[in-house]
């Protein structure tokens, strides 16, 4: 069982453009959320996260903004530079579980054309 | 920034081989470490939670006679694949969590290719 869903395998957009991935959860038990990327034949490299609760944070180029009552959250990459060209993943946890396990979606390639 | 180092990179052994994966924290302590398995373009796909000093937890599914998991410290964890076979070939990651403190740090995966 799915719980959380990256529908989006793919996302091609032009340099300088904004980049905008989205993710949806269905366990409204999740109460914080990351974002990870990820080159191929390396591990993810954690990018941002979000408590659920506040509805946006902001870290230099990178924005990612919740959504709870919708249960989706997106991250907005701006501009997007061709070494943003990797795997996005979606995770969430939630703070009750002591051992702090992630759920990640399926992730999306994005990939910055010149 | 937190530093989660992990060794081999890269394996490639003979079928009925037993292969161990270390997993190390070099500038915290990880109360926990996570061992995931990810297959071509998938997801990752959590295989067990290891607390220093007790079991690990496996996932549904995972047999634990196969992926035998060590947390002696606070700073390593292993993973053995005993008698791997060509179907065990994939991308393992770990991961290791100071408790209480998010983000969970990566290492850089191990690609496990079984003849």
């Known amino acids: 069982d799915q719980q959380v869903k990256q529908n989006s395998p793919s996302l091609s957009v032009q340099e300088g453009r904004i980049s905008i991935l989205n993710c949806d959860y269905t366990n409204s038990m999740f109460d914080y959320f990351l974002w990870y990327k990820k080159y191929p034949a390396e591990g993810p490299t954690f990018l941002i996260s979000?408590?659920?609760?506040?509805d946006k944070n902001e870290d230099g180029r990178f924005t990612v903004f919740l959504n709870k009552s919708a249960k989706h959250l997106s991250l907005h990459i701006v501009p997007s530079q061709p070494g943003d060209s990797a795997v996005y993943f979606c995770a969430a946890s939630k703070t009750t579980d002591s051992w702090g396990k992630l759920q990640f979606g399926a992730g999306t390639q994005v990939v910055v054309t010149p | 920034g937190a530093v989660v180092s992990q060794h081999p990179s890269w394996v490639i052994c003979k079928s009925g081989t037993s292969v161990k994966i270390e997993c190390r924290s070099l500038d915290f302590q990880a109360t926990t470490m996570f061992w995931y398995r990810q297959f071509p373009k998938q997801s990752l796909m959590l295989m067990a939670t290891s607390n220093e000093g007790s079991k690990a937890t496996y996932e549904q599914g995972v047999e634990k006679d196969k992926f035998l998991i060590n947390h002696a410290s606070l700073t390593l964890s292993t993973l053995t694949v005993t008698s791997a076979h060509p179907e065990d070939s994939s991308f393992y990651i770990c991961?290791?969590?100071?408790?209480?403190?998010?983000?969970?740090?990566f290492g850089d995966g191990t690609r496990l290719s079984i003849l």
């Open positions: 979000i408590s659920s609760i506040k």
């Open positions: 991961s290791a969590w100071d408790r209480g403190h998010q983000p969970q740090h």
